[in-house]
């Protein structure tokens, strides 16, 4: 995996874009809008705060940065792993986020 930087986010938000034309602003953390350009992002934390919310257009975003390339899953697997033990700390319910981690790991089937 290579490194993020401003060409491949712009890249990225270019693609991201083309898909949704419509949306004037992505939402990619907790409801944080990110608009191009920025310096750089981790698309793992990304990816993990946006299966822990759950909702339908979050998971769909995740399968997005896998289908693009920009995360792996095995890797994003480590992340969740790694993280789950302590999500209840940050108000997340560990049996919600597997579920959703989950789903994610059957859409990829």
Same mark, same amino acid.
């Given at each position: 995996?290579?490194?993020?930087? $401003?060409?491949? $986010? ?12 419509? @949306?004037? !602003?992505?939402?990619? $953390? ?10 750089? #992002?981790?698309?793992?934390? !990304?990816?993990?705060?946006?299966? @822990?919310?759950? #909702?339908?257009?979050? *998971? ?9 390339? *920009?995360?792996?899953?095995?890797? $994003?697997?480590?992340? #969740? ?10 108000? !997340? ?7 959703? #981690? ?8």
């Amino acid at each position: 995996m290579e490194p993020v930087t $401003l060409d491949t $986010l712009q890249s990225f938000l270019q693609r991201l874009g083309e898909r949704y034309p419509s @949306a004037g !602003i992505l939402y990619l $953390l907790g409801g944080s809008a990110l608009r191009p350009p920025t310096p750089a #992002f981790d698309p793992y934390s !990304i990816a993990l705060s946006k299966i @822990a919310r759950g #909702f339908g257009a979050d *998971l769909e975003d995740v399968m997005f940065l896998l289908h693009e390339g *920009l995360i792996e899953f095995g890797e $994003l697997e480590r992340h #969740f792993n790694a993280i789950l033990p302590d999500a209840s700390k940050a108000d !997340i319910d560990p049996t919600e986020f597997r579920g959703y #981690f989950e789903e994610i790991r059957r859409r990829q089937k």
